[in-house]
């Protein structure tokens, strides 16, 4: 069964550091988002990304953040200066379209700040 | 703005009762409901969704879940449940569009043997 597949499962940083976390998200969908929750937090939405741009975005979703689709198959999110408070778990999701409802998750990477 | 309430922070039954996780939305008008699980290790999976029609609806692994508008409730109920259940549950509403989903806080479920 096709899946949502993410790396780092794991990263650890030091404050100030540019992260890059990495999604493959399902081949033939149209839809990209990337979710975080902070430790014992909702989980919040970020973005959400279509034909290679950014459809909606959060308050969380500031200028420290970027998404990108850099060759057709991947999907990542870079942090450029992280903080502490970014430390969290990233689930990236795909979905077919827009009113299918139906959000396929990856199985999150952990960004740990120091 | 929407909102999802699940009040229960965790929930403990023994293998072979059954389960109702609770959830409450709060939203301007006809929401789109879904009930994701997450077991260790694993992503978010989709159990079910409410967009319209039928007030019950079923999911996998024998979940089912039930949309009550006059409550603001959509709570999730499975009548026997089995050890690989185990898992955090999720609770989520969102608007027509579908693509941003506001979550609960979760449910987290212990399975006693």
């Known amino acids: 069964e096709p899946e949502v597949t993410q790396t780092p499962s794991h990263q650890v940083t030091q404050m100030g550091q540019e992260v890059i976390l990495r999604c493959v998200p399902i081949?033939?969908?149209?839809?990209f988002y990337w979710y975080r929750q902070i430790l014992g937090q909702k989980v919040e939405f970020l973005v959400s990304f279509y034909n290679n741009e950014i459809s909606e975005k959060s308050e969380i979703f500031d200028d420290q953040f970027s998404v990108e689709r850099p060759d057709g198959s991947n999907f990542t999110l870079k942090i450029r200066s992280t903080k502490l408070e970014d430390s969290a778990m990233y689930f990236c999701a795909s979905s077919p379209g827009s009113n299918t409802g139906e959000l396929f998750f990856g199985e999150g990477s952990r960004l740990t700040v120091l | 703005a929407q909102s999802v309430t699940q009040p229960d922070i965790h929930i403990t039954v023994s293998e072979g009762a059954s389960l109702e996780l609770r959830c409450n939305y709060s939203?301007?008008?006809?929401?789109?409901l879904f009930w994701y699980v997450q077991s260790p290790g694993q992503g978010l999976q989709l159990l079910l969704k409410y967009f319209s029609g039928d007030t019950l609806v079923q999911g996998i692994k024998g979940f089912e879940a039930e949309f009550k508008r006059s409550q603001s409730s959509f709570n999730l109920r499975k009548p026997s449940v089995h050890w690989s259940d185990a898992a955090e549950y999720f609770c989520?509403?969102?608007?027509?569009?579908?693509?941003?989903?506001?979550f609960g806080s979760g449910t987290q479920l212990t399975v006693l043997p």
């Open positions: 939203y301007g008008a006809t929401p789109y």
């Open positions: 989520a509403v969102s608007s027509g569009s579908a693509r941003q989903l506001t």
């Open positions: 081949s033939n969908h149209l839809y």
